[in-house]
Nanobody
Framework: VQLQASGGGLVQAGGTLKLSCTAS????????MGWYRQAPGKERELVAE???????KYADSVRGRFTISKDDDSNTVNLQMYSLKSEDTAVYYC????????????????WGQGTQVTVSS
């Protein structure tokens, strides 16, 4: 599975930005796609995820401001970000995974290249 991310950039606080990620390869095995982010000095964290087995997940810090959606025809997941804050500044990574063991939810992760989102205050 290969993931190609696009979007990101510099935006003022309160602005909007959209990230997109297109999957290719053995996509039939993918159970979920989403976005993670990593700010300097912090651990990578889940931002939002859409899966075939549960409602979309959002980090508490972005719920109500970010919307994740998936276009099955193009195998693309989009993250629309509204009301951006300086604390949203980070490198955003597209993620996809397939579950290898349902009882333990063991999984194999795939990552796209990171894209920088910078929100100026």
């Amino acid at each position: 599975v290969q993931l190609q991310a696009s979007g990101g950039g510099l935006v003022q606080a309160g602005g909007t930005l959209k990230l997109s990620c297109t999957a290719s390869g053995d996509i039939s095995s993918i159970n979920a796609m989403g976005w993670y982010r990593q700010a300097p000095g912090k651990e990578r964290e889940l931002v939002a995820e859409v899966s075939s087995f549960s409602p979309p997940k959002y980090a508490d810090s972005v719920r109500g401001r970010f919307t994740i959606s998936k276009d099955d025809d193009s195998n693309t997941v989009n993250l629309q970000m509204y009301s951006l804050k300086s604390e949203d500044t980070a490198v955003y990574y597209c993620n996809a995974y397939k579950i290898t063991e349902r009882l333990t939810m063991s999984r194999v992760d795939y990552w796209g290249q990171g894209t920088q989102v910078t929100v100026s205050s």
